[in-house]
């Protein structure tokens, strides 16, 4: 599913003393099966932006265009778009509630208006998506870890067979590894299914590990848009509105400025450490043709 955004604004509490616009002219399209990033500080308009979305919120202005079909026209079907457009809100354990894992994940196939048997079977599906132990499948949600917890409540989303997956900050209270292991499930359920991917997060390791594509919130504007390569080219300006590029990144400007002959993109440690070999073994040719 396409997602077009067209000069979206959002203002809360219009006509109140506690009037705030939230987005201004916001413009962008995300193709069908694109793993994308939205980064921004706290209050730059990213948690407002996913919310349109799935029409959770409908903007002051402007359009929105699923598959080429405007959210806004009259008689759209906005229970089918939420069905279709999965968002994950920040620690989404918050909304397990039922006495087993199953049966939770089976919530949304069942609002949906499925069998019994067929919810069973997308929940068990979902489950073995994120990764989650079926020796669990019937235990409280109540006593997972953290991270068990996170991958049952993106399961309960993925049930619904999403075409679109929103996620807002995933991996947020989680230990490194618990982090490591939700957004690497993410990327290998992505590669699976196809499906359109946009993670929300303050990570800039994160974002420019997973993403192929990042847009950039700043007081309720975009800012930047582009590949991890180009927005991360431009870490001075981020710097300038609270936010960094990856450490990868200034580590590789620091060599370039003392004289190693490495490229200034890389936004990965893989990356970086390919090209810091590439400049030694260069050096050490060069060193061994001069003494010949």
């Not at 003392?258 to 893989?270: A, P, W």
């Amino acid at each position: 599913m396409s997602i077009k955004i067209e000069n979206i604004s959002y203002v809360y509490s219009p006509g109140t003393a506690y009037e705030k616009q939230a987005l201004k002219n916001v413009s962008f399209e995300i193709p069908d099966g694109q793993f994308a990033g939205i980064i921004g500080h706290t209050g730059s308009g990213k948690s407002t932006l996913i919310q349109h979305l799935n029409g959770l919120l409908k903007a002051t202005s402007g359009a929105i265009y699923h598959d080429g079909k405007n959210i806004y026209d009259k008689g759209y079907d906005m229970r089918s778009l939420r069905s279709r457009v999965g968002l994950v809100f920040q620690y989404p354990e918050h909304q397990l509630f039922e006495e087993d894992v199953l049966t939770d994940v089976c919530f949304g196939p069942k609002n949906q208006g499925l069998p019994k048997e067929e919810c069973e079977a997308r929940a068990r599906e979902a489950l073995e998506l994120v990764g989650f132990p079926e020796k669990y499948y019937l235990q409280s949600p109540f006593e997972l870890s953290g991270g068990q917890k996170r991958r049952a409540a993106i399961a309960g989303v993925l049930a619904m067979k999403p075409e679109v997956l929103i996620l807002d900050e995933p991996t947020a209270g989680l230990d490194p590894k618990g982090r490591d292991d939700i957004l690497d499930q993410i990327q290998h359920l992505h590669e699976r299914t196809k499906i359109t991917v946009i993670l929300v997060s303050h990570s800039m390791e994160d974002i420019a590990r997973y993403v192929e594509r990042i847009v950039v919130m700043n007081r309720g504007t975009k800012m930047l848009d582009g590949t991890p390569e180009e927005v991360f080219a431009h870490y001075k300006e981020l710097e300038a509105v609270g936010l960094a590029a990856p450490q990868v990144t200034y580590i590789m400007h620091d060599l370039k400025e003392r004289g190693h002959s490495v490229k200034t993109d890389v936004t990965t440690i893989e990356e970086a450490a390919d090209e810091i070999m590439k400049s030694f073994r260069k050096r050490k040719s060069e060193k061994g043709s001069f003494h010949d």
